[in-house]
C-alpha cells in the first residue's frame, strides 16, 4: 500500500498498482514494475542478463574500493556508487557472445574522476610463499602543484579465480613516486576455495581533501 508520508503534494511512499515509489538520496524515485511475460526470452535480453550478472557480482567484491572511486561520479546524480560502477562495467569491459561473455579486465575502471592519473606508471611484483607485494611506481613533477604533490595513491588487485580483492584507498602521496600493496592468494586448493592463477591491478590517485580523483589505471596482469 502506498502512503502520502510528505502530504497530499509529496512523494509516493510504497506500491501503488503497478509501479513503486520511494526516496533514493534524498529525490523521490517513482518507478514501474515489470511485467511479467511468458513470451521465451531473446537472445538480446538474455545477454543483457548475464552482463548485469557479471558487472553486479565483480563489483560486489570490491565494492568497498569502487564506493570511493566512483562517488564523485554519482554525485548529483540519484545513482549510488555501485549503480555508476555496474553501469560502466556491462558497457564497457564485458567481452564475448552470450552465453559465454565474460570480464575484460583490461577495460575495467575502478575509479573515475578527472583529476591528473598517475605519470609513467609502473608495476613489479615479488612473491613469498602465499603473500605477493605489488610495486607501483610513477613519476614525479618537481614542480607540481603543492595540492597535487599531496594526492594519495590508490591500489587494487583482484583474483579472478577466487574471485577476491585486496586494496589500499589511502596510500603514499603523489610526491613519493612509489608505494606497495601486500596481500595474500590461494597457492594451493583449499577446501572449497580455487587456486589463484593471476592478479588483475589497478591504480588511481585521489586528492587529500577527497573531492577529487582520477580515472584508474590497468596497470597489467601478474601471473602466479
Given amino acids: 500500500m502506498a502512503r502520502l508520508k510528505f502530504g497530499p503534494f509529496g512523494p509516493l511512499i510504497g506500491k501503488l498498482g503497478n509501479t513503486v515509489g520511494y526516496i533514493r538520496k534524498g529525490a523521490a524515485v517513482l518507478r514501474m514494475i515489470p511485467h511479467k511475460s511468458n513470451k521465451p526470452r531473446t537472445v538480446g535480453q538474455k545477454t543483457t542478463t548475464q552482463a548485469f550478472?557479471?558487472?553486479?557480482?565483480?563489483?560486489?567484491?570490491?565494492?568497498?574500493?569502487?564506493?570511493?572511486g566512483f562517488k564523485l561520479a554519482a554525485d548529483g546524480t540519484t545513482k549510488t556508487a555501485q549503480n555508476v560502477a555496474v553501469?560502466?562495467?556491462?558497457?564497457?569491459?564485458?567481452?564475448?557472445?552470450?552465453?559465454?561473455?565474460?570480464?575484460?579486465?583490461?577495460?575495467?575502471?575502478?575509479?573515475?574522476?578527472?583529476?591528473?592519473?598517475?605519470v609513467n606508471p609502473v608495476m613489479s611484483y615479488e612473491t613469498a610463499g602465499d603473500t605477493i607485494a605489488i610495486k607501483f611506481e610513477w613519476a614525479v613533477d618537481p614542480d607540481a602543484d603543492r595540492n597535487r604533490k599531496r594526492d594519495q595513491v590508490m591500489m587494487l588487485a583482484y583474483l579472478p579465480d577466487s574471485k577476491r580483492a585486496f586494496y589500499l584507498d589511502s596510500g603514499a602521496r603523489r610526491s613519493a613516486g612509489v608505494d606497495v600493496l601486500e596481500g595474500n592468494f590461494n597457492l594451493v586448493a583449499r577446501g572449497s576455495d580455487k587456486k589463484d592463477h593471476f592478479v588483475e591491478t589497478y591504480m588511481a590517485f585521489i586528492s587529500n581533501d577527497r573531492t577529487q580523483i582520477s580515472d584508474s589505471v590497468y596497470m597489467g596482469q601478474i601471473v602466479l
Avoid: R, W
Wanted: charge should be positive.
Fill in 53 to 68: 550478472g557479471l558487472a553486479i557480482k565483480f563489483i560486489a567484491k570490491v565494492n568497498h574500493f569502487t564506493n570511493v
Fill in 87 to 118: 553501469s560502466y562495467t556491462m558497457k564497457h569491459a564485458i567481452k564475448g557472445e552470450y552465453p559465454n561473455q565474460e570480464i575484460d579486465f583490461t577495460k575495467v575502471m575502478v575509479c573515475k574522476g578527472m583529476l591528473e592519473g598517475p
